[in-house]
Every structure is written in structure tokens, then in C-alpha cells.
């Protein structure tokens, strides 16, 4: 998969609520470091393992906006069931 195959795909996921921005940066920061980028194309193509982790990178910084739900969830008393 290339960026642009990934932006569009996270676009349609999100839609407007996720930066631009931080799609390339999450593209680029999963995919491992290549020996040889002049020879080579595989420093634009990303993997299986290197998609999952970007998709992962995508979530981590989408899950803050969900953040006064996790509070409004922490401020109740659980009781425990032993």
C-alpha cells in the first residue's frame, strides 16, 4: 500500500475529524528502515505487519477526541464482585 492509497482509506474511515497532516506521519513512522532507498521501491510500499501498525498509529492519536466519555466512565464507583 502507497500514502495515497492510505489517506484515501483513512478519509473515508474518518472523514474530516482526523488531521491531514498526521496521515503522512503515520505512514512514514511504520514503515521500517530500508538499507537501500536509491535501488530500491520498497521504501514507499508498506507491508501487512507495517499496515497494521499504522492503522494502529491512526487510532492512538484519533482516541484523545474520546476522551470526556473515558472521564464521565472513571467518575462512577464500580463495586467489585468478589
Not at 7 to 26: A, D, K, M, W, Y
Not at 39 to 51: I, L, V
Not at 60 to 80: A, G
Request: one cysteine or more; a negative charge; hydrophobic letters at 40%.
Amino acid at each position: 500500500m502507497i500514502l495515497e492509497e492510505f489517506t484515501s482509506l483513512v478519509s473515508q474511515f474518518l472523514g474530516n475529524e482526523f488531521p491531514i497532516r498526521e496521515i503522512p506521519l503515520c505512514f512514514n513512522n511504520s514503515i521500517t528502515t530500508q538499507i537501500d532507498e536509491i535501488n530500491s521501491d520498497r521504501f514507499y510500499c508498506m507491508t501487512f505487519p507495517e499496515f497494521i501498525e499504522s492503522i494502529c498509529r491512526v487510532i492512538d492519536i484519533d482516541s484523545p477526541k474520546n476522551n470526556r466519555v473515558i472521564k464521565s466512565i472513571s467518575n462512577q464507583i464500580i463495586p467489585l464482585h468478589l
